[in-house]
C-alpha cells in the first residue's frame, strides 16, 4: 500500500482524510499532543486495524477523539457534572476523560472496559476531519508499540510508511505528550496519566484528585491496573536510560565519570556545555518546560539506535508540564534513577 501525505493547509485535506476513515482504513492524524493512528472508531475492522499496525496489545483501550462537547452523550452514559466543568475548561485540548460507555462503543475500542476514553484534540483540521467523516476517530500515539511517540508527519511515516492509507502533516504538536488521563468513572476523580492539562489546573476545577500509582511506580506487567496501557514499557529507545538527579553540576560529573564511548547524553540546552565530549542532545530549555514537554520524543527517538549504548537523561523538577516530562521519562528509564548528590 502507498502511504498518501496529505497536507494539513490543503483545503481538500479534511474531505479526503474523512473518506479513508469512512472507509474503514487507518489514517494518522495531527493532534496538539502527538500524531494518533486513526481509525473509525465504531467500525471493528478497522479499529482491529489499528492494534495490527501498532503491534497493540488487545486488552489495551483507545481513546475516541470527537469533534465537540457536544457528542459526549453519544458515547457515554452517568456523565457526572464534573465531565462537563472540565470539557468546559480544557476543551479543545490535551485533556482525556474515561467514562461508562455506551454499547454503540464496540468492545474492541475499549479494550472489553465498559468505560471509554473520549476526548476533543486541539486541532482544527483534525476536528474537521472527524466531523465530515461523521464517526468518533479511535486513535492511539501513533508510534510502534513500546516505542517513543510520534511528534511529526515524519515519525509516523518511519513507523507506518506502506502501511497504513495516509498520514495527515499539521507539522510538529505543540504540547508533545500525550494528553492527560482522568477517570471519572469512580468517587474520586482519578489521575491515570499526566499531560498538557497539569494536576494544578484539574485541581482548580475539580476540588479533589487522587493520583493513580501507576503514574509515579513501576507497575507489574500482570497488574490490574486502571488505564491497561500503564503497565507496558513505554517510549523506550532501544538501548537503557538512567535518569541522572541532582544539581546541574554534580549530575555532570557524575556523568562524565561514568561515561564510556557509545553512550549518550539527553539534557537541558543550558547544560550543552557541560558535556562536551560526551555527544550531548538537548531536548529544550530548563528554563521554559514547554520546550521539554514539546522536545522530548523527538529526542528519545533520535537516541533510539542500536550503536548507542546507554542514555544518561537529565529530567526538570516540579510540577505543571514537568509532571508530565518526568512520567514520560521515568517510564523510558524504567524507573531507574540514580541520585548524583548521594553519589560522592
Ligand atoms: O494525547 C493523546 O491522548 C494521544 C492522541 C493521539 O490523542 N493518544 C494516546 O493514545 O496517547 P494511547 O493509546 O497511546 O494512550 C491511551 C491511554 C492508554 O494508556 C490506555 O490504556 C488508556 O489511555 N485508556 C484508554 N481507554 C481507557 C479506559 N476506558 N480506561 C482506562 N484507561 C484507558
Ligand atoms: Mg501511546
Not at 475492522?45 to 457536544?70: M, S, T, Y
Not at 535518569?243 to 556523568?255: C, Q
Request: aromatic residues 4%.
Amino acid at each position: 500500500m502507498e502511504t498518501i501525505l496529505l497536507s494539513g493547509t490543503d483545503p481538500a485535506t479534511p474531505a479526503a482524510a474523512a473518506r479513508l476513515i469512512r472507509q474503514g482504513q487507518l489514517v494518522a492524524i495531527p493532534t496538539e499532543t502527538v500524531y494518533g493512528l486513526g481509525a473509525d472508531g465504531l467500525n471493528e475492522a478497522a479499529v482491529a486495524r489499528i492494534f495490527e499496525a501498532k503491534g497493540r496489545p488487545q486488552d489495551n483501550p483507545l481513546i475516541l477523539h470527537i469533534c465537540g462537547p457536544e457528542q459526549i452523550e453519544q458515547f457515554c452514559h452517568h456523565i457526572p457534572q464534573r465531565a462537563y466543568d472540565l470539557a468546559q475548561a480544557f476543551w479543545p485540548g490535551p485533556l482525556t476523560m474515561v467514562l461508562p460507555a455506551r454499547r454503540v462503543v464496540p468492545r474492541r475500542t475499549t479494550g472489553g472496559l465498559d468505560t471509554v476514553a473520549i476526548r476533543c484534540p486541539d486541532n482544527a483540521v483534525t476536528r474537521e476531519i472527524i466531523r465530515l467523516s461523521g464517526v468518533p476517530i479511535a486513535a492511539p500515539s501513533a508510534n510502534l508499540s513500546g516505542k517513543p511517540s510520534t511528534t511529526t508527519a515524519q515519525h509516523v511515516l518511519h513507523d507506518h510508511n506502506g502501511k497504513i492509507a495516509a498520514v495527515v502533516d499539521g507539522g510538529a504538536c505543540r504540547v508533545g505528550v500525550e494528553s492527560t488521563i482522568v477517570d471519572l468513572t469512580e468517587g474520586r476523580p482519578r489521575l491515570l496519566r499526566p499531560g498538557g492539562v497539569t494536576p494544578e489546573q484539574l485541581l482548580a476545577v475539580l476540588g479533589d484528585l487522587v493520583v493513580d500509582k501507576a503514574v509515579t511506580a513501576q507497575v507489574d506487567k500482570d497488574a490490574v491496573v486502571k488505564a491497561p496501557g500503564m503497565k507496558y514499557r513505554h517510549y523506550a529507545p532501544a538501548e537503557p536510560v538512567v535518569i541522572v538527579s541532582g544539581s546541574r553540576e554534580k549530575a555532570a560529573a557524575y556523568i562524565r565519570r561514568h561515561f564510556t564511548p557509545g553512550d549518550r547524553v539527553l539534557c537541558f540546552q543550558e547544560e550543552l556545555p557541560l558535556y562536551e565530549g560526551c555527544n550531548p542532545l538537548a531536548y529544550g530549555r530548563e528554563a521554559d518546560v514547554n520546550t521539554l514537554s514539546a522536545g522530548l520524543f523527538a529526542a528519545l527517538r533520535e537516541l533510539d539506535d542500536p550503536s548507542v549504548h546507554q542514555v544518561y537523561a537529565r529530567c526538570p523538577v516540579g510540577g505543571g508540564v514537568a509532571y508530565a516530562v518526568q512520567n514520560r521519562l521515568k517510564k523510558a528509564a524504567a524507573f531507574h534513577i540514580i541520585d548524583a548528590e548521594a553519589e560522592e
